[in-house]
Structure formats: structure tokens, C-alpha cells
């Protein structure tokens, strides 16, 4: 049986300190409380407008962390420096709107392919794992392999928000059948984007996926009942759905 891994974003540690401003909470102590919990990885998004992680928050995290970050970012510029600059273990490349909450959507990586080839390759040439945040769909499968990505993140938000039983397993089926042909061609398959206590189990269960990364659900809950217990939990139904995988 296939191992899954747990990374654990905490950007949104980071938004509820800059509600207030100061220093409290400490993105930081999340992830070493995570890292602590289990955790195989650390996910931090920096976005243009540094509305949750901060340029000091990515200083610490790529100082201190002794498990992998996963770096989040668009294709910019200015975050490929920044990139460059600390070398995460893997970035992950995002589409980004100022106006958006949270990230909608995968990235366009088939319309976008000659504009996202230079930081694909910059990327992979300072040993930095490239992966591409995209919807489960074929058609963009085949461009990141085109891109020679490392890894492939299935966008899950359309399984995971909708509250129509049938649509949730049609949208289930296109990840399945995502996640196969992303070993197909040679590619890691990791999901996430919306996967909670109730939706993560189907989508743990899918042996060709070999990461999860969570984030805002693991926050929200951890105001009720602590980091570390969330995080146990959530790992503890993701290793009951991954048990009952037939080798």
C-alpha cells in the first residue's frame, strides 16, 4: 500500500493575526506544532498582496522548518526570486486574482504553457520540485507533463462544496480518473482545496494520490479543540480510508 501524506497549510493563521496586526498568532508555532503532530510537509501561499503570509513569515518558515514547505505562488516575477531566494522543497505554481477570497480554480496551464515554460525550468534548475495546482481534467494533465512538472495538484473545491450526492460522485469519478493517468504519465498526483472531516475519506482512498495538503478546515476547527487535535484526526481518517486500498 502506498503511503499518503498529510501537508498542512497555514496561511490562515497568518489572517487571523493580520485581522488585528502584531504578532499573535505565530504562522511559525503552527507549523511546529503541526510538524509535531505529523505533519510530512508545511504549505505557505504568498500572494501579491500579502493579504496572510508575509515575506518574514517565508524567512522563518524556510529557517526553521526541519520537514518540506511546499512554497505557493503565482507566476510572477517577482515570486520566482523570491523563490529562488529561499528554495523551498517544491512551489507550487497557482492562478491568483486580487478580488478572489481564496484561490478559484486550477491554473490554465494549457492556455498558459509558453508563459509558465520559463519558471517551470528556472524552478527545476535551482532543485526546487515544480508542481501545478489544476483542475482534474485531462487536457491539463497533459500540458503539465508537456511542462516536465514534477507534480500535479488536483483542484478537489467542486467535490468537496457541493452538497448534490450524484454531483459529488461525478466529481469524485473525474479525480479518480485524473489522479490515474497523472501516474500514467510519470507525474506525483497530490490534491486539495476544500477537504474536511466529511469529504476527505473517498479522496484519501485513491491510490494514485500521495499527498493531501489542508489548510483553512484544520485552522477553523483547531479554534474549537487545538492544532494538534485536528490534525490527528484528520490523519487518523485518512489512514482508515487509505487501509481499506486493495494492493
Not at 507566476?75 to 477570497?101: F, G, N, Q, Y
Request: aromatic residues 4%; charged residues 25%.
Amino acid at each position: 500500500m502506498r503511503e499518503l501524506r498529510l501537508g498542512i497549510n497555514i496561511d490562515h493563521v497568518a489572517t487571523i493575526r493580520n485581522a488585528r496586526g502584531g504578532a499573535h498568532p505565530d504562522p511559525l508555532r503552527a507549523a511546529k506544532i503541526a510538524e509535531a503532530a505529523g505533519a510530512d510537509g508545511l504549505t505557505a501561499h504568498l500572494r501579491e498582496d500579502r493579504r496572510h503570509i508575509s515575506d518574514y513569515d517565508m524567512t522563518r518558515l524556510t529557517a526553521e522548518l526541519t520537514i518540506p514547505l511546499n512554497f505557493e505562488m503565482a507566476a510572477t516575477d517577482e515570486m520566482l526570486e523570491i523563490a529562488l531566494s529561499h528554495k523551498p522543497h517544491a512551489s507550487c505554481l497557482v492562478p491568483e486574482k486580487r478580488e478572489e477570497r481564496t484561490t478559484e480554480g486550477g491554473l490554465d496551464v494549457a492556455g498558459g504553457h509558453n508563459v509558465l515554460q520559463s519558471y517551470v525550468t528556472s524552478l527545476k534548475e535551482a532543485g526546487i520540485r515544480v508542481s501545478l495546482f489544476i483542475e482534474p481534467d485531462p487536457k491539463q494533465m497533459e500540458a503539465a507533463a508537456r511542462l516536465s512538472a514534477d507534480i500535479v495538484e488536483l483542484h478537489v473545491g467542486a467535490y468537496c462544496d457541493t452538497t448534490d450526492s450524484m454531483k459529488r460522485q461525478s466529481e469524485l469519478e473525474r479525480i479518480i480518473q485524473a489522479a490515474a493517468l497523472a501516474e500514467e504519465m510519470g507525474l506525483e498526483c497530490h490534491a486539495g482545496h476544500g477537504l474536511t472531516y466529511d469529504t476527505v475519506g473517498p479522496v484519501a482512498a485513491i491510490p494514485t494520490i500521495v499527498e493531501l495538503n489542508i489548510g483553512h478546515f484544520l485552522i477553523g476547527e483547531a479554534i474549537f479543540v487545538g492544532l494538534e487535535t485536528t490534525i490527528l484526526k484528520m490523519r487518523r481518517l485518512m489512514n482508515e480510508a487509505r487501509s481499506q486500498v486493495v494492493a
